[in-house]
């Protein structure tokens, strides 16, 4: 393996035997091997990437595409079935919640166990021992036994100790999204310090502002294969394309893209995305049919802001330019929470307002009015168009991912989750 290569996997896949019933799994052992009772399932197949010293590397994919499987071989506590990962130095991995942890021990005693799976020696734990306890700053729980603690506290209590080791290699599976948003921060800067120190870093999450924000690449997995890999962007703008499309459009998507990657249309795609408000000449020099050439937040006096109250409206415009003809432009917008959970997606389809047979370099503006009913939080919203092709299906014309961030306060705590619905509680004494 080259000295710049962090992580290098090679062809790893694997299989998981599933058996329909518990007998099956018996009659297996007991058949030497002469007749199979499980059905195979591939939960990855022949993934191959490398990781170079001090890259951040974020995985995506839908549930159940092979990611936490592809980061537990990787880390070392699963067996690939075909295939191999080799990595160099120190390597500190938090997968499931408090997978490293013994439930019976305190928060103390497991802070030595993990430093001895680890490779470290005790003295070696003691000289980080306070580092740790004041990252994960969990006071008094520290000796009282991990299966006392909440969700949050395990995970701070991870973090803590698998970052504060000072590795080479880590590896984060979505374990983050549990503590408090506080915390969050608290380890992403953690993470950016340990990056800069050289750190390579693997990173699955569902929050494609995650990705964007701290990887310079992506891959994407899609049913145990590799779909995409390439600049962090990129793989986030196929992941949407998957997740919000059927799969047939999503195919299409990606032969399309495979088709133009090399060509200069879509470099002067992604030149124009940086400059979203440059303006777009109206001669179809690029390939592109119809391009999201602006956009823009209101509220209802018509002051641009981004700053809203829980039961508010806004008004987000966005301006299209169609540059060759095409039958039927479809546009949406999407709200997505920090973690890249949907709160709210609607589209002129779903009204019954699509542009209808739009004429060559002609320019429509496109307004969704919304009442905010949500709870206090940060939302991201993403712009789509696509020509609608039939009832159910489309075909993306352009999309802006995550380009408006949208506060929403709630002065009094009403509720929590995404959802704002009205409640009605009432409390009467049972004599
Ligand atoms: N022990 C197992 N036996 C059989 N199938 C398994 C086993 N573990 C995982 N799988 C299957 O392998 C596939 C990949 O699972 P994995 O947990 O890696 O997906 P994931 O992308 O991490 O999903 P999520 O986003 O929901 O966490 C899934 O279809 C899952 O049901």
Known sequence: MSSEIAISVESVSKRYEMYSKPRDRLLQFFSSGNKQYFKEFWALQKISFDVKKGETLGILGRNGSGKSTLLQIIAGTLTPTTGSVRTSGVMAALLELGSGFNPEF????????????????????????????????????????????SSG???RLAFSVQACVSPQVLIVDEALSVGDEKFQRKCFEYIEKLRKDGCSILLVTHSTATVEKFC?????????????????K??????????????????????????????????????KEDTPSSGLSTEDTSGLRAVISGWDIFDTQGNPCEQYQTGDTFRVK??????????????????????????????TLYHKKNITAPQKGSRYEVEFEVEV????????????????????????LDRKTDVIVVTVHQPRTLASGIAMLDAKITVSEVL
Request: hydrophobic content about 40%; glycine content about 8%; overall charge negative.
């Open 106 to 149: 305190t928060g103390r005693e497991n802070i030595y166990l993990n430093g001895v799976i680890l490779g470290f020696s005790r003295h070696e734990m003691d000289k980080r021992f306070d580092e740790i306890v004041s990252f994960a700053d969990i006071g008094d729980h520290l000796d009282q036994p991990i299966k006392t603690y």
């Open 153 to 155: 506290m395990t995970v």
């Open 216 to 232: 310079q690449r992506g891959v994407l997995l899609h049913k145990g294969e590799m779909r995409g890999i390439g600049p962090a």
């Open 234 to 271: 990129e793989i986030v703008d196929q992941y949407h394309a998957l997740l919000y499309s059927d799969e047939k459009a999503y195919l299409r998507y990606q032969a399309s893209r495979d088709a133009n990657q090399h060509s200069s249309a879509m470099q002067n795609q992604h030149a």
């Open 318 to 347: 966005l301006l299209i330019d169609v540059l060759s003809s095409v039958e039927e432009i479809q546009a949406g917008m999407l709200m997505r929470t920090v973690e890249g959970v949907s709160a709210f997606g609607t589209s």
């Open 373 to 396: 009913s949500l709870c206090a939080g940060s939302y991201f919203i993403t712009l789509a168009i696509a020509e609608a092709i039939s009832h159910s299906d489309m075909r993306y």
